[in-house]
């Protein structure tokens, strides 16, 4: 373990939509850094581009991208999925994204509006609890009972929304029905307006790496057409993307 870089990146994972930006003792406070330490990384990225520095407050700069574009330009993952989902969705008329888990949340890793603009949610790099999604969930139901029972141990479940399952039991039951009938549907739970149906991607192990969905507005569809129309196209999709990965 190179100390220094973990270190490092945690201070650029200091900053976010709520605290975009920061004094050094901040930053020190979010990353467990003496001052004097927090100080040194935060010159050094200055230094480098990836930060910058006005009025005694630091934040990010754009060059911090480089890092998620090496990714998306890098990872099978978004360079297969993306003109599935292209075709995916102009076959609805709907947006349709794919996303992978990291820790207990949901990250896009590509997405088409189709013209649809259903949510800024859904975009390359956006990340947005796992629980409260489609795509989350169906990852969720995913894993290994030990893993998802230490999940709903630790998950601390918020009332984003009128709709949104804030009971754990319920919670769930619904990871479980979506494993059971191999799609998620979510209403409304993350956003008003926003209903997304999910289904898994699995690699040629049979292992399950990713979820896909489409996402619509809650007024132009309602869940049972959401049902009958969007799940066909998704599946054939999700056929095609499996033999792929």
Not at 212 to 227: E, F, K, W
Request: aromatic share 4%; hydrophobic share 45%; proline share 4%.
């Amino acid at each position: 373990m190179i100390a220094g870089l973990e270190k490092g990146l945690q201070v650029i994972e200091a900053f976010d939509q709520e605290r975009s930006r920061l004094s050094i003792a901040e930053v020190a406070e979010r990353t467990g850094l003496t001052r004097a330490a927090a100080r040194r990384y935060l010159i050094t990225l200055t230094h480098l581009g990836y930060m910058r520095h006005e009025n005694k407050l630091f934040s990010l700069t754009p060059m911090v991208l480089r890092l998620g574009q090496s990714y998306l330009h890098s990872a099978r993952l978004p360079r297969l999925a993306q003109p599935l989902l292209y075709r995916l969705a102009y076959s609805v008329g709907e947006a349709a994204s794919a996303g992978v888990l990291d820790h207990d949340q949901l990250v896009c890793v590509a997405a088409v509006s189709a013209g649809q603009l259903v949510s800024a949610t859904l975009q390359p790099g956006t990340r947005v609890p796992a629980w409260c999604t489609a795509n989350g969930r169906m990852l969720l139901a995913s894993l290994p009972p030990d893993q998802l029972e230490s999940f709903l141990a630790r998950v601390r479940l918020e009332q984003i929304t009128e709709h949104t399952i804030v009971s754990k039991e319920r919670l769930a039951l619904e990871i479980a029905r979506a494993r059971a009938q191999g799609y998620a549907l979510v209403d409304q739970e993350l956003e008003l307006g926003l209903r997304t149906m999910a289904v898994p991607l699995k690699n040629f192990r049979g292992e399950v790496v990713a979820a896909m969905n489409i996402s619509v507005h809650a007024a132009r569809m309602p869940l049972d057409q959401m049902v009958e129309r969007c799940l066909p196209a998704l599946i054939k999709m999700q056929v095609e993307l499996n033999a792929l990965l």
